[in-house]
């Protein structure tokens, strides 16, 4: 079962333009991001981006890139051009990477590829519990169920499941609920259907293209993680990665 790791890297961030490229202690997050795919097993790991500056970037240190549409609405959308490009096997695990998450876990990468050991996955992400009400009702932080064989049943920005007849600050000690960690694992042949496919209802109401796939039957299989995540979304994010790995 051949891997291949599809890092999305777009230089037009509007609340952080160029992120890719940011100095994080004396490396760009995209190049720690890359160091850290470098960890898991993945048979190769490309970055997929829209801008000469991180394409040559990426190159200067040893690492692949190539060049897609700056079109594109989601990293998805790229990572599917860039299979097209790339003329990757049908049967191959593509895993679509965060680049905005310099000190990424290996592990959960392996974790989400071993998702694929049941020949009928088609797609997986990955879960994690939540143990504060504050993660729990905000709307940024999408919630997955899923049902007896980890296979996601639904995502939603709203609390789910809905604890009735209890208030919110009681339901973590009555039932488990679960972050949507945004890593994703497709089969080949499944990343080019989903490819072409048009916005769901469910996906423009809760904007998580993730409901499109689900909406047209395709299987979402969930790996769950522990380790902690932290997204570089604005310059502010940065001040929490001190926080953590450099103090």
């Keep these: 079962m051949k891997t291949i790791g599809i890092i999305p890297a777009r230089f037009a961030s509007t609340r952080f333009p160029g992120k890719p490229l940011v ?28 801008d000469m500056h991180i394409l040559n970037h990426v190159k200067s240190f040893g690492g692949e890139a190539l060049l897609t549409s700056p079109a594109h609405q989601s990293g998805t959308d790229r990572i599917a051009e860039a299979l097209e490009l790339l003329s990757i096997d049908e ?23 071993t998702c694929f050991k049941d020949k009928n996955a088609q797609i997986a992400t990955l879960i994690k519990k939540i143990k504060d009400v504050d993660t729990l009702v905000n709307p940024n932080s999408p919630k997955v169920v899923v ?19 209890s208030d919110k600050k009681e339901w973590l000690a009555k039932q488990d609920y679960f972050q949507h960690i945004g890593i ?10 989903i490819s072409i496919l048009t916005q769901s ?10 409901l499109r796939w689900l909406e047209n039957g395709y299987r979402i299989q ?14 502010e994010d940065l001040k929490r990665i001190d926080e953590k790995f450099f103090s």
């Design 222 to 235: 969930t790996a769950q993680i522990t380790s902690e995540c932290i997204a570089v979304d604005s310059p």
């Design 201 to 210: 209802p469910l996906e423009k109401a809760e904007s998580l293209e993730q």
């Design 23 to 50: 100095n994080i202690h004396g490396k760009s997050m995209i190049m720690r991001v890359y160091e850290q795919c470098r960890k898991a097993k993945l048979d190769r790991i490309v970055v997929a981006t829209d």
């Design 184 to 193: 994703y694992g497709f089969k080949s042949n499944v990343l080019k259907e």
């Design 147 to 165: 049902g007896a064989q980890k296979q996601a049943l639904f995502f939603s920005r709203a609390v789910i499941p809905h604890g009735k007849g």
């Design 91 to 113: 049967e191959a695990i593509v895993v679509n990477i965060q680049g905005d998450e310099p000190f990424l876990n290996p592990e959960d990468i392996n974790a989400l590829i």
